[in-house]
Every structure is written in C-alpha cells, then in structure tokens.
C-alpha cells in the first residue's frame, strides 16, 4: 500500500528530522515526489524561526497543543511536544488514509453498483422496448382481427338473406310441386275411376261421326294420298318458307349495312376535312405534327381509295380498313380538341391580367346577366301565377267581381263602342239625307206637276194657236247643248209643231211620231225638271244629237234610256 | 259508339263471324246466329245438351258446338240450314274441340288427354294423335294456318311435333329441352316456335321450323319464372312476363334481351297516369220514390272520368298468400297493339292497373288505374286502341290521344248490375261489340 509505504518513509524521514534540515528537504521534496503540488523547499537555514511559527501555526490550527513556544532566545524545540505533535500527525494521517480507503471502497462499492444499476436500466429498456412493439403488434392484430370479424358479419348476414330467399323459393316451388302433385293425384283417381267403369259397364259407346254429306275442302282442290312426293314437297315448302324468311332479313340488314357504312364514310370525310384543314397551321408548329403530316398524306390517300373502291368495302379487309381509320380519325380529332384546350388555358395563363380576364369577365358576366334574366323571369312567372291564382281561387266582392268579369274584354269593347258611335252618326247621316231626298222628291213631283199643268196649259194655247208657218226654227237645233238646253222649253214644242208640220209628207213615220209624241212631251216634260238636276252627266249625250228631226227624237230617247236611270224608260213603256 | 240492346248469352259464348259479317250467341243449348249490322236473327240452332263451347270456322260457313259432358259435337252450316253433323266421342270423353285453320277438320282432345282425334268433315276420316300434353298451350296453329305444333309427353320428356294441317303429315319430333313445358306459340311469321317451361323453372327455347334449337333463353335461375308469352305482330319481339313482375323484350336477331320493363308501385317516369275517379250522381230525397228506384238506374249507376295524376304516383298493390301455389303476382297479360307500337301488360298483384309501353322508345307511355280489378283487355285490330273493363257496366278506351270511359247502357236492376266478365271482341271494321 502506498500508503503505509508513505508513512514508513514519512516515519523515517520523522526520524531524520532533527539531524538537519537538509533531511527536511529531502523529505519534502519525497513528499513532493508524493505530492506534486508542492514545489520549493519549504525550510532553510535562513528561516527556520519563520518556519517555527509557521508550523507552531499550522499545528494549532490542527487542534494539536503548540510544538514551540517562544519563552526563551532558544531555538530549541521541546522534543516531547514535537513527537507528541509527530505521533499526533502520524494518526491523523493514518486515520486519513483509512477513511480515504474506506471511502474509496465505498466509492467503488458505488460505481460497480452504478455500473449494475446501468446494466439493469439498459436491459429494462430493452424489455420496454420490446414490450411496446409487442403491443402495437398486439394491437395491429386486433385491428385486422375486428375488420374481418365485421367482414364476416356482412358476409353471414348476406349469407342469411340468400338463404332465407332460396327458402321462400323452396316454399313456392315446395307448394307449386304439393299443387301439382295434388292436381295429378285428382286426375289419377278419376282415371282409375272411369277405367273401373269402363271394366264394368261392357257396352261400350263407339266414336262415330254422323255426316249429312261430305262438304267440299276449304280450297276446292281434291285430297291428295300420302305418298313420298307430297312429303317431299312438304318438306320443300316448310325450308321454301324459312329461306324466304331468311333473304327478307337479309335484305334489311343488308339495307342496314349500306346506311350504316354510309353513315362511317360520311363521318370519316367529315374528319379528314377538319382535320386538314388545320393543317397549314400544323405545319409551322413542333415537328411533333410532322407525323400527323405524314399520316393525313396517308389519309388522303385513303380517301381517295375508298371512294373509288367501294365495292371492296363488302370484303372483310375493307371493312377492318374502313372501321380502323375511322378509329384513327376520332383519336386524331379528339387529341387535336384537347389540345385546343390545353392551348386556350396556356394561353389564358400566358397573356396578361386584363385580357386574360377580359374575355373571362365578359363570359362571367354574361352569364350573371343570363343568370339576373331567368331570376326576373321566373319572378315575373311567379307573380303571374300568384295573380291567376288569387283571381281564380279568392271571392271577390261584387263590384270588383262585375268589373273584373269583364276585364279582359275592356279594349275590345270600347273599341267596339267607338265603332258603334260612328255608325250610329253615319246612319243619322243617311237617314237624313234620305229625308231629304224623299223630300226633295215629292217636292219635285209636286213642282213637276205643277209644270207639268203649266206646260198643258201653254201647249194647249200654243197647240190652239197653231199656225202652218213656224219652220224657221229647224236650224237651231244644231245650236250647242247650252242652246238646246236654254231653248228646250221652246224647241220641245216646235219639235212637236215639227213633227205635225210633217204629218202631209211622210205620214206613216209620223204616225209613229204622233204615237210617240206625247211620250216625247212626258219625256221632254221629264227631261227638263231632270235636266237640271242632272245637267253634267248628259253633257256628252247632248253634243251627239243628230241632224234629222225625227231621228233626233228617237236618239234623245236612246240617249235619255242609256245616261238616266230606269224611270224614262219606264215612262216611255208605261206610255206606250 | 253505339251500343246494341242487351242479348242474353250464357257462358260468355259470343263470337263474331271471321269475316264480320254474324254474330253467333249461345242461350243454353240453343245457337243464335244474327247479322251484325241489323241484329235480326238469321238462323236458330238446337243443340242436343248445353253447349260448352262455340267456334266458328275459318272461313265463316260452320260453327262447331262442343257439349263436354256428353261428348258431342255438333257442327252447323250457315249456308245450308239443312245440313247437320254430329260427332259422337263415345265413351273415351271429350275435353276440348277446337277448328283447325282450313275449316274442314276438327280437332277434339278426349279425356285425360289420352289422344287428339282428328276428324274430317270432308272424307269422315280420322286421324289419332297419341300422347298430347296437357298444359297451358299445347297446341298452337300458325297464322297462315299450314302447320300446327303439339306439345307432346312420352317417358317423363317433352316433345314437340310439327304438323303440316293439309293432310296430317308429321313434318318434325323433336325432344325440347325443358323440364316440364308449358306452352308453345308460333311467331306470326311462321318461322319460329317459341317453346317455355313451367312456372318452376324460367326457360325460353326458340325453335325454327324445322326443329333446330336457335337459341335459349332464361333470366335467371330458380324462382317462379315464365308467367306469359307474346310475340309482336312483325315477329321482331317476343315479350316474356314473369313472376318477378317483369317483362323483358327478346330480339328476333340475336335472341337477346333488350328491354326490361319494370312494374314498381311507385311510378316515376311515363307520359301519363290516368285514374278512373268514379262520380256517383246526387239524388234528391223528392226522387227516391219506389218507381224511380226499380226502373231508374241512375241511382247505382256511378259516373266515371279519366283524370291525369302527377308523377309520382302509388299504385294499390296487394300481397299474395306466400303458402298457396299459382300466387297473384307477376306479369300475367300481355298484348302488342297491331300496329307494334304500343305493348299493355297488367301485373297480377296491381291487378287494377294496366301499363302501355310504347315499344319505339322502349319507355312507360301511360299507366291506367282503375277503381277495381281489370278483367281483360283487348286491341282494336286496325288502330292503335286498347279497350278494357272491370266487371262493372263501363267499358274504357285508351288511345294515345287521351282515355275515355264509356256508360254501356244495361237494364238497371234493384241490385246493381252484374258483374259480368265481358269478353271483348272487336271486329274487323274496328267496331267494338
């Protein structure tokens, strides 16, 4: 032990310490071979009084009795103290070292109970560890363990529905079988019956048919035997039928077929044309599209063999051509669609703000604005119906109820009133100025009667007064119609003197004439109250009047029937 | 419309002539046969017993009166009076006797369906059919009437044989591949046999004329399958109604489904539903005397209209008992108006209701509901017009310009009309009877 070694050569070096200090020296620097710490010598021979005291010092502060005193000059040390002061440093030391090895026995003691303690914490770790995997594993079993347990359930209650539906169809059939069986057993025992009754009853009722005469076949022709031939043509005419059954569906799927392929062919030249029709534009794009050139030149090509051939189209190659490219064709059009699509949302992307949200906005405007329309419109229908509802459903009060009957008519009737007003004033107009006519009328008849005496009267005198010498007046009557008309009055009755004048010369015509010559007078006697009234109508027929007397008359009467109306003519025949 | 004065009929005999020109009516065991324009009796016929059943023949000169409890036949010649025939089936029973297509032969099944005994009226010969199937349809005439099929059962398996109707040759046999058939039924055309099993198993065979299987059909597995069949007039469809009550539409190409058409009771999406709302006219107390009861029909007589409903609608539908065999459900009727555009099928447990399908669009056109259980319904030949009734004194009319109902005036009784299932026929000229 290094230490009993120490305190051996501490005791020796004790030993030696009187002798000289050099001894001290020694040991203190064995002590500092012990102890490093201590460098330097600690006495000489210069300060062995310092280092008295620092001794004497140190020992009372150990709690040892003083080893020097300072009673007297003498250096000299009190022996006994100072072995007593040793002896007391040597079981302090001792005692120290046993402590420090106790305590480093406990120290070591406490490390292997460290390092056990560690050991144990490791291993219980470990143990945790594994512990907790073990039971999330546990765990994770569960789970799968439930999920299938609720699998199961599903499939037992699926089970149990199968199972209880092929039990009811057990049931019907069971009862459908128990009906049969019964019905069968019924018609067994009948049978057995009416075979026992046959057993028994020995007369037996023949079949028999009694016929008046035989009738003639449905189709007139005589029954033919039953020989080889006439099955043989029955069999002919049974496949007969089939196979026409047979081309009539053939025709119409072949009908079906040409409208279809048709359709295909239309379809794919609709597709070729839209697509190359975008082609130009291909052409600047990726070299992407330099095989979908290459593929349309084969297109082309395709098209222009197909329509020439189309009789190759019913051989099983043209028709897997035909459907492939059309295949082809749909592809090409659809990836082209997309990416139209892909480009307008690049584009939409790429652009800027505004005009990327111009367009946007515009559509997302528009379509509020559709929106607000079809909102008001379905207000406005709502209200409508709210409003014919009410009108059909509510009772209205008297008033309202009269005046809203006939709301709906209002316009129509007023409009109609209106039109009635009109009408109204019209026919007072009318009745009016028919009143006036029949006035004026009858005033003219009274005025024409008046005349008409006048005229008697003065014809009278003048017929009375009737000279041979009043020929001087022909001339004028080539006068203009003013003339004619001014001298009517006078002319009438010279044509009538006229005309008898000529009774010597041509009396046959004017025996006529005397005959029509008071027709003449009521005519002109007409004619001049109706001259006047009618003057601008006759204005034409005047002008025509010819040279001759007589026939003049006879003119005006043609002209008088054809300008007036019926009356003239009437008069002249109720005159004659 | 007009409606003739009631006649007396018994056991719903009333035919009209093929050619539109009679009207033949059965009173027990008496034959009345009238003109159908003037409905004056033209020939009265005496039966031996009660006639069962009444057929004219093809071609309008015989009418056949079977007696099946005697079993007789008797048939009559309109243009002789005189001339009688009697067919006699002995002892061997009579079940069924039917006309073949030339009008010249008849055709009588004997009891338990032990054979089919042709007989000809024009050399009294006989012809024997052994082992015919008694099943729903299992005889069928083509529509131009040269071959009939025959459903046949030998050893637990199912034949069919081809016959040629002008002299009874035997054509084709061959074994179909059902379990147990239940009908068969040419196409119009005369070219395909559509042959179904029964009701336990859904099977649709399709046969040409000459016995080659073109193809089958089945919808599905187990369940109630086949309940009806019906061809399209142009042979293009054949419409099969099921216990799943649906109908699905067969193409005359590739023998595939191409249709479904459903029958839910909540409808959703058609063109129209029409409802019959029944109108009952109020009666004064002052009215109510005793003679205005007994002769006044006014008062049980409830008027009828037709008014349009809004989608949805909810058609009454009833449950059938699940224990008892032949359960109400399921597409049980069907009919293709002649035009082919239009298919009317009515579902067994909405029985008061009928759909028309407009075939073009393979959609719901109109669904009639009706205030009780539809009876039977029927196209007019020449037009598209479906008339129906429901054992009340109203006859309706749809047409797809609108639906109408018709008062058809009866004798008005103390008790209230009879229901009478009326079976409709129409003549040729599109007039109702």
Known sequence: MPESSLVKDGRSSSVEYGASPLRQFSQSSLLLHRNSYMLGTFCTEHNVQQCLSHINQEISSLGLPPVWTESGNSSELNIVAVLNCMYDLIQLHRRGLRTLESMEVEQLKSSSNIDHLQLTITRLKEQLELSKRENTGLLERERQLQLKAKSLQSCLKNEKEEVQKLQN??????????????????????????????????????????????????????????????????????????????????????????????????????????????????????????????RSEEEEEEVFDSSKESVELYCVHAREKLTNSIRLQWRRLKSHVERLDSQASLVQMVESKDTDAVPQETQEEEMDRLKLEIQQCKDFIQTQQQLLQQQLSSPCDEETASLLSNCYMLQEKERLGEEWKTLEEQRKIFERERKNFTEAAIRLSHERKAFEEDRATWLKHQFLNLSPFADSKKTPLLKSKSAFLISAETEAPEKLIKCHSDTASPTPRCVPLASASTADLYRTLCLIPENSSVQPKTNGEHVEESSMFCGDVFVQHQQWEHSEDHTPSQEKNSSI | MNFSEVFKQSNQLCKVSPDGKYLATCVQYRLVVRDVSTLQIMHLYTCLDQISHMEWSSDSLFILCAMYKRGLVQVWSLEQPDWHCKIDEGSIGLVSSRWSPDGRHILNTTEFHLRITVWSLCTKAVSYIKYPKACQKGIDFSRDGSYMALAERRDCKDFVSIFVCDDWHLLRHFETETQDLAGLEWSPNGCVLAVWDSCLEYKVLLYSLDGRLLSTYSAYEWSLGVKSVSWSPSSQFLAIGSYDEKVRIINHITWKKIAQFEHPATVESTKTVYKEVERRPAVGTDEMSLHNITTGSTLFNTQSKYEICSLPVQIPVVKPDPDRANPKIGVSVLAFSSDNHYLATKNDNMASAVWVWNMQKMSLEAVLEQTSAVRCFQWDPRHPRLALCTGNTKLYLWSPGGCVAVQVPTEGNFLGPKLNYIVLRYRKGAELQ
Do not use: C
């Open chain 1, 169 to 294: 169809i057990i049931a019907s059939r069971a009862s459908q079988y128990n009906h049969e069986m019964k019905r069968k057993e019924r018609e067994f025992n009948k049978l057995k019956e009416r075979l026992n009754q046959l057993l028994v009853d020995k007369k037996e009722k023949k079949q028999a048919i009694d016929v008046l005469n035989n009738i003639g076949r449905a189709d007139g022709k005589r029954s033919l035997w039953k020989t080889e031939k006439t099955e043989a043509k029955h069999e002919g005419e049974m496949y007969k039928t089939l196979l026409s059954d047979y081309d009539a569906r053939q025709r119409e799927l072949v009908l079906e077929n040409a409208e279809l392929r048709k359709v295909l062919q239309q379809m794919k030249k609709d597709m070729v044309s839209i697509l190359s029709s975008r082609k130009p534009a291909v052409k600047s794009d990726k070299p992407e599209h330099s095989g979908v050139q290459a």
